[in-house]
C-alpha cells in the first residue's frame, strides 16, 4: 500500500495567523499519526510563515512514523536537517519568497549541485528525495544525482483530472516506470485530493508514498480530520 505522509504546513499557518498555540502543531501531529497516517510532513520556508524552523526540531520527537522535510537546501536548511536527521529530506527548487512549489528541478543544469548536496545527507543516513516534473531525460538525470526517490510534481495531473482529460496521467505513469527501472523510489504530491487520489494510485506503478496537506486540511474543516485520514488510508490501498 502507497504511504499516506500528511503535510503540516496549513496547521502552523492557522497557528501563526492568531498568535498563541491554537491549533497545536505537535499535538495535531501526533493525533494525524495515530489516526493511521504513516508520515508527517513540513516545509520549512526562508520567513518562516507557517512552519517554523523551531517547529521542525520539536517535531522530532513525536514522529514516530516517517519524517518528511522539504526545501530548498540554502545553508540553514542543510544545517537543521543534519542536525534533526529526518526520516527523509525532500529537496524543492522553492525561491526565497516562494507562495508554494510549482516546479521541479532542472536535473540536468543542477546536475552537480545536487551530486553535492545529496551525498552529504545520504552521508548522514538521510534518505534524499528530489521534486520533479515528468519529462522523462530529467528523471534520467535525477538518477545520476545519487538521490533515493523523486517526488512526482502532480500539479498538471490535478487540473487535467477536474477537466475530466484522465489521460492527463499518462506522463506520470510513464515517468514512475522509468524511474523504477533506473532504480529509484517513487513519491508523488501537490494538488492531490480525495477526488482524485485513487485514480492516481491506481495508474501509477510502483507508487512508494503521497504527501498530501493543503487538500487534506480543506477537506478535514468539512468531513474531520480522523475521518479524512481514513478515507485516504482507503483510497490508497
Given at each position: 500500500m502507497?504511504?499516506?505522509?500528511?503535510?503540516?504546513?496549513?496547521i502552523?499557518?492557522l497557528?501563526?495567523?492568531r498568535g498563541g498555540?491554537?491549533?497545536?502543531l505537535?499535538?495535531v501531529?501526533?493525533?494525524?499519526q495515530?489516526?493511521?497516517a504513516?508520515?508527517?510532513t513540513?516545509?520549512?520556508?526562508p520567513?518562516?510563515?507557517h512552519?517554523?524552523?523551531?517547529?521542525?526540531?520539536?517535531?522530532?520527537?513525536l514522529v514516530t512514523t516517517?519524517?518528511?522535510?522539504?526545501?530548498?537546501?540554502i545553508?540553514?536548511?542543510t544545517?537543521m536537517?543534519?542536525?534533526i536527521?529526518?526520516?527523509q529530506v525532500?529537496?524543492?527548487?522553492?525561491s526565497?519568497?516562494?507562495?508554494?512549489?510549482?516546479?521541479?528541478?532542472d536535473t540536468i543544469?543542477?546536475q552537480?549541485?545536487?551530486?553535492e548536496?545529496?551525498?552529504?545527507?545520504k552521508?548522514?543516513?538521510?534518505?534524499t528525495?528530489i521534486?520533479?516534473?515528468t519529462d522523462?531525460k530529467l528523471i534520467e538525470?535525477?538518477?545520476?544525482?545519487?538521490?533515493?526517490?523523486?517526488?512526482l510534481y502532480?500539479?498538471?495531473?490535478?487540473v487535467q483530472?477536474?477537466k475530466g482529460?484522465t489521460n492527463g496521467?499518462k506522463?506520470?505513469?510513464?515517468a514512475?516506470?522509468?524511474?523504477?527501472?533506473?532504480?529509484?523510489?517513487?513519491?508523488?504530491?501537490?494538488?492531490l485530493s480525495?477526488?482524485?487520489?485513487q485514480?492516481f494510485?491506481?495508474n501509477?506503478?510502483?507508487?512508494?508514498?503521497v504527501?498530501?496537506?493543503h487538500?487534506?486540511i480543506?477537506?478535514?474543516l468539512?468531513l474531520g480530520?480522523?475521518?479524512?485520514v481514513?478515507m485516504?488510508l482507503h483510497?490508497?490501498?
Amino acid at each position: 500500500m502507497t504511504k499516506l505522509s500528511v503535510n503540516i504546513n496549513k496547521i502552523a499557518t492557522l497557528r501563526n495567523s492568531r498568535g498563541g498555540n491554537v491549533p497545536d502543531l505537535l499535538k495535531v501531529a501526533t493525533d494525524i499519526q495515530e489516526f493511521g497516517a504513516e508520515g508527517i510532513t513540513i516545509h520549512p520556508r526562508p520567513d518562516e510563515r507557517h512552519i517554523r524552523y523551531q517547529d521542525a526540531y520539536d517535531l522530532k520527537p513525536l514522529v514516530t512514523t516517517e519524517y518528511n522535510i522539504e526545501g530548498n537546501p540554502i545553508d540553514k536548511f542543510t544545517q537543521m536537517v543534519l542536525e534533526i536527521k529526518p526520516t527523509q529530506v525532500t529537496l524543492v527548487p522553492d525561491s526565497v519568497d516562494q507562495l508554494t512549489s510549482n516546479a521541479g528541478w532542472d536535473t540536468i543544469a543542477h546536475q552537480s549541485y545536487l551530486q553535492e548536496v545529496i551525498a552529504e545527507f545520504k552521508n548522514a543516513g538521510i534518505r534524499t528525495s528530489i521534486f520533479i516534473d515528468t519529462d522523462l531525460k530529467l528523471i534520467e538525470a535525477a538518477a545520476k544525482t545519487g538521490t533515493d526517490r523523486i517526488e512526482l510534481y502532480t500539479e498538471e495531473f490535478a487540473v487535467q483530472y477536474e477537466k475530466g482529460n484522465t489521460n492527463g496521467v499518462k506522463p506520470y505513469t510513464e515517468a514512475a516506470i522509468l524511474a523504477h527501472e533506473l532504480g529509484l523510489g517513487v513519491n508523488a504530491g501537490h494538488d492531490l485530493s480525495l477526488g482524485n487520489i485513487q485514480f492516481f494510485k491506481q495508474n501509477i506503478p510502483h507508487l512508494a508514498e503521497v504527501s498530501i496537506g493543503h487538500a487534506l486540511i480543506s477537506e478535514s474543516l468539512y468531513l474531520g480530520l480522523q475521518n479524512v485520514v481514513n478515507m485516504y488510508l482507503h483510497r490508497l490501498q
